[in-house]
């Protein structure tokens, strides 16, 4: 629009004008002082000291005068002061009335520009989801009436992205027969990974995009469940446990058989004892009342004794190792559950001090023996010690090169009758 460019052109290019005035009536007036400046009492005007003010030329208007200088005006200056002063104004209310005549213009199609909008982008999301899954190598999903996820080589489209190295994929396998997986490992180990991506295929399928693995068939899913992450609401005065049972609860409350659920380390926001009845207690409920489809991470192993007292619960770990004194994570998830967390290893790599560790290290060895001697007094280990059998442990932390043949043997029978008390 021819005028409204030029009302923006006066409003941007004001200093530019100025500038150029007064380069050229320096030229003409021979005055190497004159200033074209500008202030919000007299607008535009011409400046002068009061010694060369005899020699302006005559079609100059005195505005003011001051102890050292004198102001002056032009006719072409007033013309551009009153255009510059009211080109903004004037340019927002032109703004304005064509911007109220574009939307009466659009009101008369508007129907069929809704439907054209939502046409493009819908052509725009399929578009998308088409080009990611043939750069990406995803491949075509099943949506079936049998209920059941069942996943092959399943991938996280974020993660597998940003990895330097390769990602290593997993199988997921739930239904009738299994509807829950307990799945236990180290901290960094891919647990969170492995069940976010679980969730993520489920999704993309549920829309119709092709999935990040080799196949997958996904029965009827109504709903998808997390209660991933620890986190406070300072806002709402909701410290980190609260929010973690009311996501709990409302999972608790509202899944069916045909959800999928995520809970990763319930319990862990309160005390061992509470923790751990909270967690075995939402897992029963997860697979006796809601039968959902549940992966459940834990770091309770006692939890990995559920599949022994209810049907349609299996346990799996994902896969560590231990070189020396650190952990190599593989990543795969491995039928049972895991035999130990490997937290200070985890904690070592974390860049936790060395003798932070092996004061921890003399603490666990401390607490370990104490589980024995409970066991020694009553017959049982405690309940909720975080290893699963202190001859495992003590077999695991042990070095033969380190014992003399007289110790190698007084160490068998006390293992000897420690297993079997």
Sequence with gaps: HAELDELRGLSKNADDFLLQLEIRERER????????????????YIEISRLQSETVPDDYIRKQTLKTTERFITEELKQYEEKVLSARERALALEKSLY????????????????????????????CLSERAQTLDYNCPTLVEQPGIR???????VVERVLDEHFIANDTLLGDSKRMCIITGPNMGGKSTYMRQTALIVLLACIGSYVPAKSASIGPIDRIFTRIGASDDLASGRSTFMVEMTEAANILNNATENSLVLMDEIGRGTSTFDGLSLAWACAWHLSKTNRAYTLFATHYFEITALPDELPGISNVHINAIEHGEKIVFLHNVKPGPANQSYGLQVAQLAGVPKAVIRQARKKMATLEQQSIRTHEETGQFELFSERPHPVIEQL???????LTPRDALALLYRLKKDATA
Aim: aromatic share 4%; charged share 25%; with cysteine.
């Design 29 to 44: 007036t021979g005055i190497k002082t004159l200033k074209v400046s500008y202030n919000r009492v007299h607008g535009y």
């Design 100 to 127: 109220e005549a574009l939307l009466q213009r659009l009101q008369q199609d508007i129907q069929r520009i809704k439907t054209c909008a939502t046409a493009i982008a819908e052509l725009d999301a399929i578009s």
């Design 151 to 157: 996943i092959k080589q399943g991938r996280h489209p």
């Design 396 to 402: 695991q932390s042990l070095n033969p090169d380190e």
